[in-house]
């Protein structure tokens, strides 16, 4: 176990880099982010020569990656255009995104889950025939639609909630933004889980559980429920980094400055520290996700062992 | 039966999940009449907040609320008037004596003093303070030792400045500029307190000023609280107890929060919202004029561009575009095809003249198509129009622009928009003349006058002459009304320069833009400056 983590660790060096030099060289293939801090006009060619030197932006791009990764070894991510530190604008964002993701992953294991096992047990009743239509809908409808609307209703029309969610993001005001952002992914687990429980209900040690006359509950929760469970710890895994990234629209909508706004305005305004900061802290957020999904994988299924 | 009693459970935590956030909605801001705060939004300011380092919309918000420079332009006509100033004299257009009223005061207790305003424009004027306003002071005789175009500054403060006592300082101008106390009222031209250099990042987490507000709380990137500063000796004191800023990631979601009653003031009507605005706000929404024109650029460095044919296709081009049609199906009446290169703004005696583009300005298709042809057609048989695809709709009108020229031509590949990926790398493909075809250009004034619509954007090798323009008799003109000391007959003379403009078409206007904002039944009497802004100080809680 020890040693494949180990071994698992020393795979993540060559991705990290991998990773972060080619988001680099994406952001500086966009062009110079000077000639936008100035509006429609022209930047004064000293000033804006000042600027390239402080940003270090006149020097080849191979030197300009060597001297962010040697800064981020040492906890300096830079700084932004508007002179705020990058670690500064993290401190802020990611605290309030990763509220966002716990309240959309509880969403997606009590509810997804929960369904999954209720319809997975039912396979071909009416309950499982509706939950199924119903995460067919939701799968097809994109997530700003989803937003919008709940915002529209929710916040305008009946006036039960604020539409937008205040800066310091409380996790009240994230339940709504949580669900929005957690329904697809609710209803892919939901499906997982279905499919996953309906094969396992013809399983061997199902039949071997029920006839050492253990309770129903016990034979679900244990023994069913607990080995159905890879795939759908898989895809919650991978999608803790998708939706800490990937928040941009709910964010938007809802007006929640964390990772998937700055990120967005980062790019907006060709800000490399910014991007590559927080591109960079999500990259090492996915390693980490995907080690303990496999990690996961022993604890739940008792065939499974790392050497 | 179990799965019965977990699908209530699940539709239970659906319901208290909505409950919940019901519990953590509502909130508004308390209080009414004249201690009243007004909420409105905001965006994220792109730099630092240095009054000579601001140079959009967002950032000039606080600043217009923190800080009085000399002059202050009118909020309904841009007028320039006196306002820390006293009097501001001049015999020769190029020495200039400025008297400062001596009852001004910063919100911290320092007294506003001739050096106040000199140490200020001699920051902003630094090379070494990156200070992106920094042109601003180029008339200002030695910019060119303290910022040089190239190498490193050789003196460390302007030779045109100079402390006469407390209370006067004169100004020598490297050339005669009579309209250059009018300048004096932009926010890169305000006096600074010693704190700004001694405590530089204390000043920036909580900037201190000489206007109607001061700051209370600033949480950078998201909010900002402004109160009124009860102090504040100017007669423009605040009619309220002071502004919220709040920053949103989208204006969408500002306008949805306005309509919901949760903010006051939102300043940026989102285009998609145009058409529900009368429905939504009925006359609580404001469409005014604002200092900003937009114009299509050509590159003048591109040889074919550069023929006394291609005035013609120009000329063409710009009788092409069905103008009216636009402005009224796109952008819903928030622009006003233009008629000469400057804005309804200024006024009549400001310069702005309606009809002085004439002919080449209105849509004719006929006239339009047999000019183009005489010309010998669109250099290069099609007209690409580069535009940033990130913000704003631009795509939507240069689609429709095209649209129109493709439809006069009767060809369908006669003209074609190209979306640049990021405004920054348009601006920067702009700017280093990248661009083989035309582009769109915008023009946000930066003071209320004539000058500054023309002679940075038009005459040879200006700052922000991206297409390279150049014409000596423009340019004769300009450096004429320069040195008018009447400033009617400045006004003339620049446009006589603009005239220039009708024949040559280098650039070809296409609308004024206006302001456009929206506020809640809480508040009243608000209303937008020439800059687009609004005019905080005004407005009143119910």
Same mark, same amino acid.
């Given at each position: 176990m020890g040693r494949y983590v180990i071994r698992r660790l020393l795979q993540m060096i060559p991705v990290f880099f991998g990773t972060t030099l080619l988001i680099f060289l994406m952001v500086n293939v966009m062009g110079d982010p000077v000639a936008g801090l100035c509006g429609d006009r022209q930047c004064d060619p000293a000033t804006a020569a000042r600027l390239r030197a402080e940003f270090g932006l006149d020097k080849p791009v191979w030197q300009q990656y060597l001297t962010y990764m040697g800064n981020v070894f040492t906890g300096n991510f830079g700084t932004a255009f508007n002179g705020q530190k990058v670690t500064e604008l993290m401190a802020t964002a990611f605290p309030i995104t990763i509220r966002l993701t716990v309240v959309a992953i509880v969403f997606e294991i009590v509810i997804g889950i929960s369904l999954g096992v209720v319809t997975g047990l039912q396979r071909g009743r009416p309950v499982d025939t509706g939950v199924l239509v119903l995460t067919l809908v939701v799968i097809s409808v994109p997530t700003f639609v989803t937003g919008l609307l709940?915002?529209?209703?929710? &916040?305008? %029309?009946?006036?039960?909630?604020?539409?937008?969610?205040?800066?310091?993001?409380?996790?009240?005001?994230?339940?709504?933004?949580?669900?929005?952002?957690? /329904?697809? /992914?609710?209803?892919?687990?939901?499906?997982?889980?279905?499919? /996953?429980?309906?094969?396992?209900?013809?399983?061997?040690?199902?039949?071997?559980?029920?006839? %050492? &006359?253990?309770?129903?509950?016990?034979?679900?929760?244990?023994h069913l429920l607990r080995n159905s469970l890879i795939p759908v710890i898989t895809f919650i895994g991978t999608d803790v980094g998708a939706l800490m990234g990937g928040a941009i629209v709910t964010e938007r909508i809802f007006n929640i400055h964390g990772v998937g706004y700055q990120l967005y305005q980062g790019i907006l305004r060709q800000n490399t520290q910014t991007v590559v900061g927080f591109v960079t802290v999500l990259v090492l957020v996915f390693l980490a996700a995907n080690l303990i999904v496999d990690l996961l994988y022993a604890v739940l299924d008792p065939r499974i062992r790392y050497a | 039966m179990r799965g019965a009693t977990q699908v209530r459970w699940a539709a239970c935590a659906v319901a208290v999940a909505l409950a919940a956030t019901a519990c953590g909605g509502g909130g508004g801001t308390g209080g009414g009449g004249a201690d009243g705060i007004v909420s409105s939004s905001w965006g994220d300011p792109q730099n630092p907040l240095e009054p000579a380092n601001t140079n959009e919309v967002q950032g000039g918000k606080v600043l217009d609320m923190v800080f009085r420079g000399l002059v202050r332009y009118d909020p309904k006509t841009g007028e320039a008037k006196n306002e820390i100033a006293q009097k501001i004299e001049s015999t020769d257009s190029q020495n200039f004596t400025i008297t400062i009223k001596d009852n001004w005061t910063f919100s911290n207790g320092e007294k506003v003093t001739a050096q106040s305003f000199v140490d200020a424009w001699n920051y902003g004027a630094a090379l070494k303070n990156n200070q992106k306003n920094a042109y601003f002071f180029q008339y200002i005789d030695g910019y060119d030792k303290v910022h040089p175009e190239s190498g490193s500054a050789s003196a460390g403060t302007l030779s045109g400045l100079k402390v006469v006592d407390d209370t006067t300082f004169t100004v020598k101008l490297s050339q005669k500029f009579s309209l250059w106390p009018d300048t004096l009222g932009y926010a890169a031209f305000v006096p600074l307190p010693?704190?700004?250099?001694?405590?530089?990042?204390?000043?920036?987490?909580?900037?201190?000023?000489?206007?109607?507000?001061?700051?209370?709380?600033?949480?950078?990137?998201?909010?900002?609280?402004?109160?009124?500063?009860?102090?504040?000796?100017?007669?423009?004191?605040?009619?309220?107890?002071?502004?919220?800023?709040?920053?949103?990631?989208?204006?969408?979601?500002?306008?949805?929060?306005?309509?919901?009653?949760?903010?006051?003031?939102?300043?940026?009507?989102?285009?998609?919202?145009?058409?529900?605005?009368?429905?939504?706000?009925?006359?609580?929404?404001?469409?005014?004029?604002?200092?900003?024109?937009?114009?299509l650029a050509f590159p003048f460095y591109v040889k074919a561009w550069n023929t006394p044919d291609a005035v013609k296709v120009r000329q063409g081009l710009s009788m092409a575009i069905n103008?009216?049609?636009?402005?009224?199906?796109?952008?819903?009446?928030?622009?006003?095809?233009?008629?000469?290169?400057?804005?309804?703004?200024?006024?009549?005696?400001?310069?702005?003249?309606?009809?002085?583009?004439?002919?080449?300005?209105?849509?004719?298709?006929?006239?339009?198509?047999?000019?183009?042809?005489?010309?010998?057609?669109?250099?290069?048989?099609?007209?690409?129009?580069?535009?940033?695809?990130?913000?704003?709709?631009?795509?939507?009108?240069?689609?429709?622009?095209?649209?129109?020229?493709?439809?006069?031509?009767?060809?369908?590949?006669?003209?074609?928009?190209?979306?640049?990926?990021?405004?920054?790398?348009?601006?920067?493909?702009?700017?280093?003349?990248?661009?083989?075809?035309?582009?769109?250009?915008?023009?946000?004034?930066?003071?209320?006058?004539?000058?500054?619509?023309?002679?940075?954007?038009?005459?040879?090798?200006?700052?922000?002459?991206?297409?390279?323009?150049?014409?000596?008799?423009?340019?004769?003109?300009?450096?004429?009304?320069?040195?008018?000391?009447?400033?009617?007959q400045a006004v003339t003379t620049f446009q006589d320069a603009e005239k220039v403009l009708a024949e040559q078409m280098p650039v070809i206007p296409l609308w004024y833009q206006n302001g456009s904002a929206g506020y809640s039944d809480r508040v009243e009497n608000v209303s937008l400056n020439p800059f687009s802004v609004p005019v905080y100080d005004q407005i009143k809680v119910k």
């Amino acid at each position: 176990m020890g040693r494949y983590v180990i071994r698992r660790l020393l795979q993540m060096i060559p991705v990290f880099f991998g990773t972060t030099l080619l988001i680099f060289l994406m952001v500086n293939v966009m062009g110079d982010p000077v000639a936008g801090l100035c509006g429609d006009r022209q930047c004064d060619p000293a000033t804006a020569a000042r600027l390239r030197a402080e940003f270090g932006l006149d020097k080849p791009v191979w030197q300009q990656y060597l001297t962010y990764m040697g800064n981020v070894f040492t906890g300096n991510f830079g700084t932004a255009f508007n002179g705020q530190k990058v670690t500064e604008l993290m401190a802020t964002a990611f605290p309030i995104t990763i509220r966002l993701t716990v309240v959309a992953i509880v969403f997606e294991i009590v509810i997804g889950i929960s369904l999954g096992v209720v319809t997975g047990l039912q396979r071909g009743r009416p309950v499982d025939t509706g939950v199924l239509v119903l995460t067919l809908v939701v799968i097809s409808v994109p997530t700003f639609v989803t937003g919008l609307l709940l915002q529209l209703l929710l &916040g305008v %029309k009946w006036g039960v909630i604020s539409p937008s969610v205040s800066s310091e993001a409380p996790l009240d005001e994230l339940i709504l933004p949580g669900l929005v952002l957690a /329904s697809v /992914s609710l209803a892919y687990v939901t499906r997982l889980t279905r499919t /996953s429980i309906a094969e396992n209900t013809r399983a061997d040690y199902v039949r071997t559980a029920v006839a %050492k &006359g253990l309770p129903r509950r016990r034979v679900v929760v244990r023994h069913l429920l607990r080995n159905s469970l890879i795939p759908v710890i898989t895809f919650i895994g991978t999608d803790v980094g998708a939706l800490m990234g990937g928040a941009i629209v709910t964010e938007r909508i809802f007006n929640i400055h964390g990772v998937g706004y700055q990120l967005y305005q980062g790019i907006l305004r060709q800000n490399t520290q910014t991007v590559v900061g927080f591109v960079t802290v999500l990259v090492l957020v996915f390693l980490a996700a995907n080690l303990i999904v496999d990690l996961l994988y022993a604890v739940l299924d008792p065939r499974i062992r790392y050497a | 039966m179990r799965g019965a009693t977990q699908v209530r459970w699940a539709a239970c935590a659906v319901a208290v999940a909505l409950a919940a956030t019901a519990c953590g909605g509502g909130g508004g801001t308390g209080g009414g009449g004249a201690d009243g705060i007004v909420s409105s939004s905001w965006g994220d300011p792109q730099n630092p907040l240095e009054p000579a380092n601001t140079n959009e919309v967002q950032g000039g918000k606080v600043l217009d609320m923190v800080f009085r420079g000399l002059v202050r332009y009118d909020p309904k006509t841009g007028e320039a008037k006196n306002e820390i100033a006293q009097k501001i004299e001049s015999t020769d257009s190029q020495n200039f004596t400025i008297t400062i009223k001596d009852n001004w005061t910063f919100s911290n207790g320092e007294k506003v003093t001739a050096q106040s305003f000199v140490d200020a424009w001699n920051y902003g004027a630094a090379l070494k303070n990156n200070q992106k306003n920094a042109y601003f002071f180029q008339y200002i005789d030695g910019y060119d030792k303290v910022h040089p175009e190239s190498g490193s500054a050789s003196a460390g403060t302007l030779s045109g400045l100079k402390v006469v006592d407390d209370t006067t300082f004169t100004v020598k101008l490297s050339q005669k500029f009579s309209l250059w106390p009018d300048t004096l009222g932009y926010a890169a031209f305000v006096p600074l307190p010693k704190t700004f250099y001694e405590n530089h990042d204390a000043w920036l987490a909580k900037p201190v000023g000489n206007g109607p507000y001061t700051v209370e709380s600033y949480a950078k990137g998201s909010s900002m609280n402004l109160r009124r500063w009860d102090g504040y000796p100017g007669t423009d004191k605040a009619q309220n107890g002071g502004i919220d800023l709040k920053v949103y990631t989208d204006n969408n979601t500002a306008y949805t929060d306005l309509t919901a009653g949760n903010l006051d003031l939102v300043d940026d009507v989102p285009a998609s919202q145009l058409k529900n605005v009368e429905a939504d706000l009925g006359n609580r929404y404001i469409n005014t004029p604002a200092g900003i024109i937009q114009t299509l650029a050509f590159p003048f460095y591109v040889k074919a561009w550069n023929t006394p044919d291609a005035v013609k296709v120009r000329q063409g081009l710009s009788m092409a575009i069905n103008r009216a049609q636009i402005t009224d199906q796109i952008f819903r009446k928030t622009r006003t095809p233009a008629t000469d290169w400057t804005s309804p703004v200024l006024g009549k005696d400001g310069g702005y003249k309606p009809g002085l583009c004439g002919s080449p300005c209105e849509y004719d298709r006929t006239a339009a198509k047999k000019l183009i042809e005489e010309g010998g057609g669109i250099p290069g048989g099609q007209l690409k129009i580069s535009y940033n695809a990130d913000t704003g709709s631009h795509k939507e009108w240069v689609d429709a622009v095209c649209n129109s020229i493709n439809n006069v031509m009767g060809d369908n590949r006669a003209c074609v928009g190209a979306p640049v990926g990021t405004f920054a790398d348009f601006r920067s493909q702009v700017s280093t003349q990248k661009l083989t075809g035309a582009w769109r250009a915008g023009w946000q004034m930066d003071y209320p006058l004539i000058q500054n619509f023309l002679q940075p954007l038009y005459y040879t090798n200006a700052s922000s002459n991206d297409g390279k323009w150049s014409n000596e008799k423009f340019d004769g003109l300009v450096d004429k009304a320069n040195a008018e000391s009447d400033k009617a007959q400045a006004v003339t003379t620049f446009q006589d320069a603009e005239k220039v403009l009708a024949e040559q078409m280098p650039v070809i206007p296409l609308w004024y833009q206006n302001g456009s904002a929206g506020y809640s039944d809480r508040v009243e009497n608000v209303s937008l400056n020439p800059f687009s802004v609004p005019v905080y100080d005004q407005i009143k809680v119910k």
